[in-house]
């Protein structure tokens, strides 16, 4: 399996952005599908974004799109989630996810620790 470990997370507010980044380690990131996720107090853990192995294809829930863009970069090892224009609905703990191209979490093996965001309004 694959290691990964977030970072990024912080207090902003609405209206401002943030990058977090998704580090991997162990088997080679490149033979992936990688996804973020995320989990609201309350609420179950949620598809935010997905991208495929080679960073050709990507995909988005409704809710983000045209604000979050998902990226990666094989030779570091490194995922991606730019947040730009966020609402205080977006507070949560963000999770990188390792697995198959997918908006289900159980197509994912590997999971990091998770990140939280925090967007004041």
């Known amino acids: 399996q694959v290691q990964l470990v977030e970072s990024g997370g912080g207090l902003v507010p609405a209206g401002g952005s943030l990058r977090l980044s998704c580090a991997a380690s162990g088997r080679s990131f490149s033979n992936y599908a990688m996804g973020w996720f995320r989990q609201a107090p309350g609420k179950e853990r949620g598809f935010v974004a997905g991208i495929n192995w080679s960073g050709t294809r990507t995909s988005y829930a409704d809710s983000v799109k045209g604000r979050f863009t998902i990226s990666r970069d094989s030779a570091k090892s490194t995922l991606y989630l730019q947040m730009n224009s966020l609402k205080p609905e977006d507070t949560a703990v963000y999770y990188c996810?390792?697995?198959?191209?997918?908006?289900?979490?159980?197509?994912?093996?590997?999971w990091g620790q998770g990140t939280q965001v925090t967007v004041s309004s």
């Open positions: 996810a390792a697995g198959a191209m997918s908006s289900n979490r159980h197509d994912y093996a590997s």
